[in-house]
């Protein structure tokens, strides 16, 4: 069974930072593009960064240069750095396959900045 569960939100003051961890199971991150996604209040959810099975990494053009996607093969784990956060970063944050699959969404962890 595929499972994405994510964790590492909270509440931060603007200028702040938070790493999110995505643990998967019933896929190999090291073997499959793995996808941030992120939803808005009132918005439809939408791709923020990937990562490729090779290693290269890509970002929607609002977090370039804050925010970094990474692994850790050995515990089936991919992370979110998100440095220097702007309330507009305010989102409930999931992970997924890239191109995302509807039946692996799971709950998600909410990010609130605060201005």
């Known amino acids: 069974q595929v499972r994405f569960v994510e964790s590492g939100g909270g509440l931060v003051q603007a200028g702040g930072s938070l790493r999110l961890s995505c643990v998967v199971s019933g896929r190999p991150v090291s073997s499959n593009a793995i996808g941030w996604y992120r939803q808005g209040p009132g918005k439809t959810r939408v791709w923020v960064a990937l990562?490729?099975?090779?290693?290269?990494?890509y970002y929607t053009d609002s977090i370039k240069g804050r925010f970094t996607i990474s692994r850790d093969n050995a515990k089936n784990t991919v992370y979110l750095q998100m440095n220097s956060l702007k309330p507009e970063d305010t989102s409930v944050y999931f992970c997924?396959?890239?191109?995302?699959?509807?039946?692996?969404w799971g709950q998600g962890t909410q990010v609130t900045v605060s201005s």
């Open positions: 997924n396959l890239s191109p995302s699959v509807g039946a692996f």
């Open positions: 990562i490729r099975s090779g290693g290269s990494t």
